[in-house]
């Protein structure tokens, strides 16, 4: 059977992509190339538009989720050259080592090397010299990009709302472009800002919830088609463009870390409002930010905190208070953020919600007589998945036997004599896969003792008042693990309240909490660190 090859082809910018300059003439060479080694091309990986120097690629990680399958679809991937692959040394190197691990290698086609140490060290150096051309490319770039902003000209991009590119003039072979009022964008930036100072005329200043609410109840949507949202109206008013300063260079491209202020490279447009106006604004934000003027103190303990989901538009539903915290809410996170044409949004108390959904937990799931056959279920469902405990202890008990067998004949043969210096490292060995039988065993004999001990009806009982008496008056923090560990989701719908659960968990929680003293979370995972040895880690 031939050799299943995968091919990745990528271009460095979008452009690139769009004038099919790059991507059919590796395509065509590496076919060429598979065909000639005699490799069957399974599949294909296009990236069109997308830089090197991060691993973090749509398609690259796609390829690299297929190479984890089982069983693997293709075992090479070939590549025109590694800087096609990646510029990033570290990167590259940790990504082809975890390949080779599951049995998928990388192939240049123009960068052969040989298998084996020497092979991986030229490797290196070549992925090395393409991460220092990637850099001194981009330091020039910018430095180019830098020049061309203070001139007065666009360097690329998205321009900001309310603007569009146009062209200002021609150099040679290239169009320099020059920012532009965008008529029907330039209208929506007045009316925020207007908003936010004065209102409709008929109320005061609006709030930025408010204008996203008007705005989206009147059919307007960003340049993307999508609705306004709290974070693109508060980019809006903080932008200095429309007093007729766009800032470049503000920011490091590939971290979005923000950079001195003495590196950012002030670029004149068109003014949309007036600086007193755009002043005052600031003066405003300022004086509502709530880092600097925090409101009165607000517990944000939440009981059923991430549990909580809205039935209309499936968004978590968060706290919302009033009153200055006199009175909490469960409400839905996705209205608080584009307002009530995501959804018309569902409001309930907090304790209302809190009580409601304790008391169903406590009747419908926690009373003894449900408690008593979850357990039973669950107990049945486990012997049957497990194909019967016995089997697996018969098979470890015949393990320990074979190790203890092997170690006592090494033993026996360092006291003779005649044992070689490396049987130490074998002795070592097995008694470490003795070690891990013997915890294996003991870990099966404990779960074949629990699944064959009878349910005592007792013990439900004293465990189902003990939950009751710990989910209604218990102190907060363990009432809210506790209703984490029974509760998956609260979905709230306008005319019912549904709370899903996983059965196994509820029962392994009431037996852990029958086992645990009163005041301490229930622990039911089996020996994860039963040796306490410093390697310490949970089972996969």
């Not at 599949?43 to 190479?67: H, N, W």
């Not at 491209?253 to 590196?263: H, L, N, V, W, Y």
């Not at 934000?285 to 991430?306: F, Y």
């Not at 509760?487 to 709370?499: K, L, M, Q």
């Amino acid at each position: 059977m031939s050799t299943r090859a995968a091919l990745y082809l990528r271009v460095s910018t979008k452009k690139q992509a769009e004038q099919d300059l790059s991507i059919p003439d590796q395509r065509s060479q590496l076919r060429a190339h598979c065909k000639a080694k005699g490799w069957q091309v399974v599949e294909e990986y296009v990236e069109p538009g997308a830089s090197a120097t991060t691993t973090d690629r749509p398609i690259f990680q796609k390829m690299l989720s297929d190479a984890r399958k089982r069983p693997l679809p293709f075992e090479i991937i070939v590549i025109h050259s590694y800087s096609r692959f990646a510029r990033d040394l570290l990167g590259s190197e940790l990504v082809i080592h975890q390949l080779a691990k599951q049995g998928v290698k990388v192939v240049s086609m123009t960068q052969e090397v040989n298998d084996g140490p020497q092979g991986e060290f030229m490797r290196q150096v070549m992925q090395m010299m393409d991460e220092y051309q990637s850099k001194e490319i981009a330091k020039h770039t910018l430095r180019a990009m830098e020049e061309n902003a203070r001139q007065g000209f666009w360097n690329g991009s998205h321009p900001p709302f309310g603007y569009k590119v146009v062209d200002a003039e021609k150099r040679g072979h290239k169009t320099k472009k020059k920012l532009a009022v965008h008529n029907g964008e330039a209208a929506t930036v007045r009316d925020v800002f207007r908003l936010y100072l004065s209102g409709t005329g008929r109320s005061g200043p609006m709030g930025i919830k408010h204008i996203v609410n008007h705005l989206n109840g009147r059919a307007r949507r960003q340049r993307n088609g999508k609705p306004f949202n709290i974070q693109f109206v508060h980019k809006v008013l903080r932008n200095t463009a429309y007093i007729g300063t766009h800032y470049f260079n503000r920011k490091d491209s590939k971290g979005k870390i923000q950079k001195a202020r003495d590196k950012w490279i002030g670029l004149s447009c068109p003014t949309l409002i007036d600086r007193a106006a755009f002043q005052a604004v600031q003066k405003r934000l300022t004086d509502r930010n709530p880092r600097k003027n925090p409101s009165r103190t607000v517990t944000n303990a939440i009981l059923l905190q991430g549990l909580v989901k809205c039935g209309s538009c499936g968004s978590t539903m968060t706290l919302r208070a009033g009153k200055s915290g006199r009175y909490r809410y469960y409400a839905c996170s996705g209205r608080a953020r584009v307002g009530a044409v995501r959804c018309k949004g569902n409001v309930l108390p907090m304790p209302k919600l809190d009580d409601l959904v304790t008391d169903t937990l406590l009747a419908r799931v926690l009373a003894p007589d449900r408690v008593a056959e979850l357990v039973r279920e669950v107990r049945r469902d486990e012997k049957q998945a497990h194909g019967g405990l016995s089997t697996q202890l018969r098979e470890v008990v015949a393990r320990e036997r074979e190790l203890t067998s092997s170690l006592d004949r090494l033993v026996k043969a360092i006291e003779e004599g005649v044992a070689p210096n490396r049987v130490r490292e074998r002795i070592h060995s097995l008694e470490m896969s003795l070690g891990e039988a013997r915890d294996t065993k003991r870990s099966l004999q404990k779960r074949a003792a629990a699944n064959d001990r009878p349910v005592s009806s007792q013990e439900i009982v004293k465990t189902t008042e003990y939950l009751s008496n710990l989910l209604r008056h218990g102190e907060f923090q363990l009432r809210k693990v506790y209703l984490q560990m029974f509760i998956d989701a609260v979905e709230v719908t306008d005319g019912e309240i549904i709370i899903t659960g996983s059965k196994r968990a509820a029962a392994k929680a009431v037996e852990g909490t029958a086992k645990k003293p009163s005041n301490t979370v229930p622990v039911y995972m089996q020996d994860w660190r039963p040796r306490r040895d410093l390697n310490a880690r949970p089972p996969d």
